[in-house]
């Protein structure tokens, strides 16, 4: 089941692995996309490196919260495989979302639009987050969306220092 016996609480695995799912999924993601266009300008491995993170990536995250909730010693076997593939599902879903842009638009134009269906995504989960907990969520989405961006410019500069530098 997805929620508890309460029907308006959804189950702690299942919140884990959504939110690390979409957190990593939107981070990632972009980070690669916006490294991998800046330095190469080349739709090809920007879509190689999605679709990658979206399998690989999925499951390395997947395994990742799988171990650190065998190691916390305190969830059911149950649990951990719920986190695990909610991980994994969620993971693999924003991912490949950030590919439809790439086989519509220019590879500037998708990029563009993935870093703010990507923004917008967050920015929506950082809500939801803040309203979970009852906390004013202006500080929640700020903090989430910040650390977005950080990872978006330095993963630009990345790129463009590779390609600048190797090519």
Not at 24 to 41: R, Y
Not at 74 to 93: A, D, M, N
Not at 112 to 133: E, H, K, Q, V
Request: proline letters at 1%.
């Amino acid at each position: 089941m997805l929620f508890t016996e309460d029907k308006n609480m959804m189950k702690d695995s299942f919140k884990t692995g959504i939110g690390f799912g979409i957190t990593s999924g939107v981070i990632t993601t972009l980070g690669l996309m916006i490294g991998l266009s800046s330095g190469t300008e080349s739709v090809l491995a920007v879509v190689g490196g999605v679709l990658t993170i979206a399998i690989a990536d999925a499951f390395s995250d997947s395994l990742g919260v799988h171990v650190a909730k065998e190691f916390e010693n305190k969830h059911t076997t149950k649990e951990i495989w719920e986190s695990t593939l909610t991980t994994l599902l969620s993971k693999f879903f924003v991912a490949t979302t950030f590919m439809i842009p790439l086989f519509i638009f220019s590879l500037q134009t998708a990029v563009i639009i993935s870093t703010i269906w990507g923004l917008l995504l967050l920015g929506c989960f950082s809500y939801i987050i803040a309203m979970n907990r009852k906390v004013t969520p202006w500080h929640v989405v700020s903090e989430h969306m910040l650390i977005a961006i950080v990872v978006i410019i330095i993963s630009h500069y990345v790129g463009f220092f590779i390609r600048n530098t190797f090519i």
